[in-house]
C-alpha cells in the first residue's frame, strides 16, 4: 500500500520479529518510549556518524562561488569556439577571428605582438590560475568552532564568540561596547582593551572572565587566551 | 549541510586552475625568453601540420570540409553541458519529508511528516525571543536521510553555548512529537543583521 512519491519510505517486513522490544536499552536514550518503531536499532549510530560528517563538511568551505565561476569561464570559452567554428562552417565571415588564422597566428607567437602585451597578458591568466589552483589545494577553512551538545551538532561562527567573549571582558572591565576588541582565530583568542582614562585596569580580572566564558562554552578546538590593555586611555568613555 | 561535492569541486577547480597558470607562464616566457620562442615555433608548427593533415584525410566525401569540426563541435558541447551539469549540483540537496514510514505492522498505510512541520514550530519557538535576529530552518537530506538545520543568528554579545542548549532542547521537544530522531544541525551564525544591531544588554 505503498505511494509512488515516497522514494525514501524505509520499509520493514512485519515478520522480522519485534526489534523494538528486542533492542530496548539502545533506543532508551533516543527514542520515545511511546513510539518506537521498526529498525530503529542503529539509527543512533547512524546519526552520529553523519552528523560528524556533515559538521566536518560544515567547516570546510564548499567552493560553490569558485566552481559557479570556473564553469562559467569554461562555458565563455566553449560557447565562442562553438560560433567561430560553426560560422565557418556555414561559410559565413568569422565574428572576430577565423579558426584556422587563429592557429596560424598561435603558431607564430612571439612574433606579431608587442612583447609587453604578452607578457601581461600571460602574467593576467597565470594570476587568475595560481587563484582558482590556491583555492582549490588550500584547505579552505571556515572561521567557525564546534560545540558539544548531546543531540544536535553544532557550530558557531567566530564572530558570535568573539562577541560573547567582548561582553565578558567589557563587564569584567567596566567599559564600553567601543573599547573592547576580540578577535577569534582557531586557537587564540586576543583580547584588546582600551582603559578609560584614569581608571586603572586589572588585566588579570579580564582574563579570568573572558577564560572563564570561553571554558563554558567550550568550543573544539579550545583557543588559549591573550588579553592587551592599550597604554593610552580613552577620555569621557 | 547540503549535497554540494566538495571534492569534485576541489579537482575541477585545481584542473582548470592548473591549465590556465600553464598558459599564462607560457606566454610571458615567450614574451621573455627568446629560445622559448623558437622551441614553442618549431613545436606548434608541427603540430599544425599534423592537425591540417588530418584534417585532409577526415574529409567528407563530395565536400570541402572536414568531419573533425562537427567532431569538435559536439566535444564542446558535451562539455558545456557537463559544466552546467556541476552547476547544478551546487547546493542540492533540499528535502520535503522529514519523516516517511511504511509499517502496515501497527498502523495501515504510510506515515509521511512534511519538513515544513519541524521548520514552522522551531520558528514559531524561537520567534519571540529578543536575542535572535534571526531564524532560518531548512529540511536536507544527508546521505538519503532527512536533516534538519537550524540556523540562528543571535545579536551580540549573546552566549551561543546557552543558546544552542535551548535550541537543543525545543529539538528533543521536536522529537516527542515527531517521533523520530532526525540529525539536526544549529549553526549559529554571524551576518550583516547582527553586525549592526544593537548589543543585548539584559535577557
Known sequence: MSHAQTPHARRSHPDRGHPDTLHAADT?????PGAPAPGTSDLGDRIDV???RILKRETRSSRAGMAGLAAALV????????????LRAIGQPPW????????????????????LLLGALGGVVAMVGLIFFLNAVLPGRKSRHLLRDPRAGVVVDDEVIASALARAARTAANVTQEQVMVVVS???VVVNVRPTSGVPLREERILAAVEDELQRMAPSPMPSVRVNVATSGVIGA | MNGTPHVLNRILIGILGLKLLAIGILLMLLATVPAVGRWWQGWS????EHAKYLSEQTRIPGREESWLWIAAAAVLVVLIVLMVAWVSQQGKGRANLIVSEYDDARTPGDVNIGGNLAEQALKAALAERADLAGVTVATYEVNGRPGLRVRVQPRQGVSPHLLAADVSRLVEALDLVVGRKTPVLIHIGAGARTRFSKAERVR
Not at chain 1, 75 to 86: D, F, G, Q, W
Not at chain 1, 100 to 110: D, H, I, V, Y
Request: aromatic share 4%.
Open chain 2, 45 to 48: 608548427t608541427g603540430l599544425w
Open chain 1, 28 to 32: 532508551a536514550d533516543g527514542d520515545t
Open chain 1, 50 to 52: 553523519g552528523l560528524q
Open chain 1, 75 to 86: 562555458i565563455a570559452a566553449c560557447v565562442y569556439a562553438l560560433l567561430e567554428s560553426a
Open chain 1, 96 to 115: 572576430l577571428i577565423d579558426p584556422q588564422t587563429a592557429a596560424e597566428r598561435l603558431t607564430a607567437l612571439p612574433g606579431g605582438t608587442s612583447p
Open chain 1, 186 to 188: 582557531q586557537r587564540l
